[in-house]
């Protein structure tokens, strides 16, 4: 007899990551997840594409990141448009959730964090207005928070924004957060990498990625062709970021020469590199739910979505004008690693998918 996966899933888990790249951090973290749901739980992660949160490049494609997920253990890989993964905490976390809300199949959000304690991060969720004003423009929240020892931790800053943004939405998803394990981090893995250090002892599926920034003459030839209020207008500037950019272009010769000249003590070098990053990409908004990785219960998932109503885009031949911002994205990307335009682009690249369990 033949049994639906669907007797068998009882919960959805969503994990909203940039594999940046997938360490055993990563894999505890999925691990923990289930240990505590249930091994029957699915487990969607909606990962960051070909550039992250900090502005820069993702450390290998989102292809390839999305195939590891699955090959450790999610069971499917959708996209977080590029407008919320290159973009501050808040927005991220806003823009993430609103996704997850939209697939209709989602029960738990979980994440990890340097508390551990969903009790604990609660009491963090009442706003100071002037704190948040302050790392609304661009201040680091550790400045902004001053001596709160709790909001120094980024993985805790971000559990906080989650819960924030579950309820503005008015979600039903269920926060669940893991503590964060004593694996070695992802920033720790690129920055040993980036020294020629072995890394292959900090990743189950170790490989050797990216870990440069945005070629100066691409950025510079960016910030040339816009005006300063039109720098101004993206997501993350405003407050003279463009004025500061076009003041300082001439007099440099490398991205990193630039950001530590832009930055004032109100702006932080991730503000400044993720403007850069929205000034070379584009900033078009887009809530496409775009299929990067299915795993073993993948299909299950996307089955549900479409039951729901949800259109599920695995093929962007098919939808015109959707994806716009992603589909640059990934042209920029490849072109700042150098790749085929037309063999790497998203036209031609298909979600890897992997042996669904019956």
Not at 29 to 41: A, Q, S
Not at 108 to 129: A, C, P, Q, T, V
Not at 155 to 174: F, H, K, P, Q, T
Not at 249 to 258: A, E, F, N, P, Q
């Amino acid at each position: 007899m033949v049994f639906s996966v669907e007797l068998f899933i009882m919960k959805t888990a969503a994990i909203i990551c940039e594999y940046n790249p997938f360490h055993y951090g990563h894999k505890f973290h999925m691990n923990e997840t289930r240990r505590i749901l249930g091994e029957d739980t699915a487990v969607l992660s909606l990962m960051s594409g070909n550039f992250v949160q900090r502005g820069l490049p993702a450390y290998e494609d989102k292809w390839f990141r999305a195939k590891q997920a699955v090959m450790m253990g999610s069971d499917l890989v959708i996209e977080l448009p590029f407008i919320y993964a290159c973009n501050g905490a808040r927005q991220f976390a806003q823009g993430a959730v609103k996704i997850l809300d939209s697939l209709k199949c989602v029960d738990y959000l979980s994440f990890g964090s340097e508390s551990g304690d969903i009790d604990e991060i609660r009491k963090h969720i009442g706003e100071d207005r002037e704190q948040i004003e302050m790392a609304r423009s661009g201040v680091s929240y550790a400045k902004a928070f001053g001596n709160d020892e709790f909001m120094k931790h980024p993985n805790n800053i971000l559990s906080v924004e989650y819960l924030r943004a579950l309820a503005a939405a008015g979600s039903s998803i269920v926060p669940v957060t893991v503590r964060r394990s004593s694996h070695e981090s992802s920033s720790f893995i690129r920055s040993e990498c980036a020294a020629g250090r072995d890394i292959s002892g900090y990743m189950p599926l170790p490989y050797e990625g990216y870990t440069g920034g945005i070629p100066y003459d691409i950025v510079a030839f960016a910030v040339l062709s816009h005006t300063a209020e039109e720098i101004d207008s993206l997501p993350s500037a405003g407050e003279g970021i463009g004025f500061k950019l076009r003041s300082e272009i001439r007099y440099h010769r490398d991205t990193h020469s630039l950001v530590d000249a832009v930055r004032q003590s109100r702006y932080t070098k991730a503000r400044i590199n993720r403007v850069l990053c929205q000034l070379v990409a584009g900033a078009d908004s887009s809530d496409a739910v775009r299929i990067l990785a299915v795993g073993k219960h993948g299909g299950y998932l996307i089955r549900k979505m479409k039951k729901n109503g949800v259109k599920v885009i695995t093929n962007i031949n098919r939808e015109k004008g959707t994806g716009a911002a992603d589909i640059k994205a990934s042209d920029i990307y490849n072109i700042i690693r150098g790749r085929d335009l037309y063999e790497e682009s998203d036209y031609v690249r298909k979600p890897y998918i992997a042996i669904e369990k019956k």
